[in-house]
T-cell receptor, first 112, second 112 residues
Framework: DTAVSQTPKYLVTQMGNDKSIKCEQN?????MYWYKQDSKKFLKIMFS???????INETVPNRFSPKSPDKAHLNLHINSLELGDSAVYFC???????????FGPGTRLLVL | QQQVKQSPQSLIVQKGGISIINCAYE??????FPWYQQFPGKGPALLIA???DVSEKKEGRFTISFNKSAKQFSLHIMDSQPGDSATYFC???????????WGAGTKLIIKP
């Protein structure tokens, strides 16, 4: 079983569309994160959720909204997609009190 | 003060050689320093980590050297192999919140 999974793996869409990326974990961890990795490989944290509460929200446009239906899932919804949103988005998880994060395989988003 | 500066941006090493990647930080409250390895098309994965109470940690061919007074830490890969070709990220965090502050990454290429 994959510990942290993301769907879809690839996402190609037009500017202005709304899309969602899903993340599921079976590690029983209570903190989940969304990262954006740009073409230069820089990792930028976007959000994290701990027990269904948002605990980090960096300077991310409000077009991005995380939604956690339960402890095992943290989805990312993006409204009005822009060209600059093209990147790889990673979901990650960690156990409370641990600095180790476990990453999913990534979702490659291309906005045309 | 929250930054972690990583160098070099890219590195080419001959097979069997030693690869060295350096990171520097400013915030003395950081107390956990992990290194992550990312292969193309995959998410980052924890490689090795150190806390500031030790100056060195070794796991197989991978060693972290930590200099608390200089606020620097480095990753050494001994007997580098083509399979080590990847992007390496250093990071730092505090026990109080475990949010990882990431370096910019180093693309390592090991030439056969």
């Amino acid at each position: 079983d994959t510990a942290v999974s993301q769907t879809p793996k690839y996402l190609v869409t037009q500017m202005g569309n709304d899309k969602s990326i899903k993340c599921e974990q079976n590690l029983g961890h209570d903190t989940m994160y969304w990262y954006k990795q740009d073409s230069k490989k820089f990792l930028k944290i976007m959000f994290s959720y701990n027990n269904k509460e948002l605990i980090i929200n960096e300077t991310v446009p409000n077009r991005f909204s995380p939604k956690s239906p339960d402890k095992a899932h943290l989805n990312l919804h993006i409204n009005s997609l822009e060209l600059g949103d093209s990147a790889v988005y990673f979901c990650a998880t960690s156990r409370r009190g641990s600095g180790t994060q476990y990453f999913g395989p990534g979702t490659r988003l291309l906005v045309l | 003060q929250q930054q972690v500066k990583q160098s070099p941006q890219s590195l080419i090493v001959q097979k069997g050689g030693i690869s060295i990647i350096n990171c520097a930080y400013e915030n003395t409250a950081f107390d956990y320093f992990p290194w992550y390895q990312q292969f193309p098309g995959k998410g980052p994965a924890l490689l090795i980590a150190i806390r500031p109470d030790v100056s060195e940690k070794k796991e197989g061919r991978f060693t972290i050297s930590f200099n608390k007074s200089a606020k620097q830490f480095s990753l050494h890969i001994m007997d580098s192999q083509p399979g080590d070709s990847a992007t390496y990220f250093c990071a730092a965090s505090m026990d109080s919140n475990y949010q990882l502050i990431w370096g910019a990454g180093t693309k390592l290429i090991i030439k056969p």
